[in-house]
């Protein structure tokens, strides 16, 4: 009796499941329909008779909606100026409320590893794990890009590693592009605070937002570009995001190529 009551709520966490929904908004259920206006009654009042006092509308708690995305873009531009340390840089994103994903995301994902490493590594955004624990590639595809870093002699201690976006986008959809965009000028000042020698784009939103390059990561990974930092033109090459390794494990060995490339290019400079 109850398995066939519950049956329909079942397959609503089932369908939320298949369609990635695993994280909650909020603790307590909110009835929508209760908090709905009430409509005006259209009711006409006949001449002389007292008319019945008005609907007692709720005010609903003021949500402050979001900004444009050009008007974030922008504000987001003089935000990311503002900060002259990485430190700063980080406080300052704590507080911008431009982007959406910050509401629906558990904490900021700012960096790991040591910010005056000579190699920085720039992924696209943070999933469940890395939203959890607030650092960038913690989940399988982190230890994976620790296993190719440790491949050439480095570990998180002689690298610099964060995100295009530091915030997770619900149930790890790809960032939309207005969400990349508004995010773009941190992620820029964020190199450019940091000051790398070398700056590798894990996977081709990366390479594209950064490097901004139209081709896909296929024919792109591998070759080295030129990155102005702002500070000065530093080499930039786009390699195989991990988590497309874990899918396509064959590509590895591009991977690998690609990876001794950057290790060479670190003892020539
Ligand atoms: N994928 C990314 O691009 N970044 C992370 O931090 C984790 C997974």
């Known amino acids: 009796m109850t398995a066939t009551r519950d049956r329909p709520a079942r397959d609503l966490l089932d369908f939320y499941t298949e369609a990635g929904v695993d994280a909650l908004l909020g603790e307590d259920p909110v009835d929508r329909f209760a908090t709905a206006e009430a409509p005006t009654p259209r009711v006409r009042v006949a001449p002389g008779v007292t008319s019945p006092p008005a609907p007692e509308i709720k005010a609903r ?52 590893g040591n910010p005056s490493a000579r190699l920085m590594l720039v992924g696209e955004a943070p999933g469940r794990d890395e939203d959890i624990e607030g650092l960038p ?19 998180r ?43 590798v784009c894990l996977g081709g939103p990366s390479a594209q937002a950064l490097l901004g390059i139209k081709d896909g990561i296929t024919k792109t990974r591998g070759r080295w570009f030129t990155f102005d930092t702002g500070k000065r033109e530093i080499h930039a090459m786009p390699t195989f995001h991990p988590a497309f390794l874990l899918r396509s494990p064959l590509q590895k060995r591009f991977a690998w190529r690609d990876f001794l490339a950057i290790k060479k290019a670190l003892d020539q400079r």
Do not use: H
């Not at 873009?73 to 002259?84: D, L, Q, T, V």
């Open 61 to 112: 708690a003021a949500t402050p909606a979001p900004p444009a995305p050009d008007e974030a873009a922008m504000a987001a531009r003089g935000a990311a100026k503002s900060a002259k340390t990485l430190d700063e840089l980080r406080a300052i994103l704590g507080k911008f409320e431009g982007c959406a994903l910050k509401a629906t995301a558990t904490q900021l994902v700012f960096a790991d």
């Open 157 to 199: 201690a002689s690298v610099y590693i964060a995100n295009i976006v530091p915030w997770r986008p619900p149930g790890n959809r790809t960032p939309t592009p207005q969400e990349s965009q508004i995010c773009l000028p941190f992620i820029l000042r964020q190199i450019e605070l940091a000051d790398p020698d070398i700056l």
């Open 137 to 155: 590639f913690v989940g399988r595809s982190g230890k994976l890009l620790d296993r190719m870093l440790a491949a050439i002699g480095f570990d």
